[in-house]
């Protein structure tokens, strides 16, 4: 498998992207570059540092996206064949929910919103997929892999509120 890794720079800090044959595999939301670097070799030892088509596309998505643009990541070819059929199926339905909108974990699981919630935990692609459009049924928040905090960034940067 020929995966590529690159770590740019966006308004919200460094982040970083790794691709396969197939389309993005990992989107690391932004850190320190050397942290991200040592999360892409536990991740993917086999990656090499450099660009793919996919990658660029998507960087140029991505850095308009954290500069508070409204972007849809529909054209970026991911690579889920890591994900089992029902996170696929969940995540697959979450890439649906236009950029300010948001969707509770029922609706993402099909009614089993406590499996929805396992399954976007495991999201590779977040922002492109995003899982941070899915919120609890009374509007507040949830969980989210890369911490309450930047759930809330991506939903304030979206114009997302929660209910009072």
């Known amino acids: 498998m020929n995966e590529k890794c690159s770590v740019f720079d966006t308004a919200f800090g460094c982040a970083a992207l790794v691709s396969g044959d197939d389309g993005l595999k ?4 932004p850190s320190a570059s050397a942290v991200l670097l040592q999360k892409i070799r ?7 540092i450099g660009g793919s088509t996919v990658i660029k596309n998507a ?17 970026v070819k991911t690579d889920l064949s890591v994900c089992g059929k029902f996170t696929r199926s969940v995540l697959e339905r979450v890439s649906t929910i ?15 919103p406590r499996a929805a ?3 976007l935990g495991t999201n590779p692609l977040p922002v492109i997929i995003p899982c941070h459009r899915v ?11 890369g911490g309450i905090k930047w759930k809330k960034k991506l939903l304030e940067l979206e114009k997302y509120r929660e209910p009072a």
């Open 59 to 75: 960087q140029i998505l991505i850095r308009r996206y954290f500069k508070g643009h409204k972007v849809s990541f529909e054209t």
């Open 42 to 48: 536990l991740d993917f030892p086999q990656a090499s």
């Open 135 to 145: 919120v609890k049924m009374d509007g507040s928040c949830g969980g989210f892999s």
């Open 117 to 119: 919630g396992r399954a």
């Open 98 to 112: 236009p950029y300010g909108e948001s969707r509770s974990y029922s609706w993402a699981g099909r009614g089993k």
């Open 26 to 29: 990992a989107f690391y939301l």
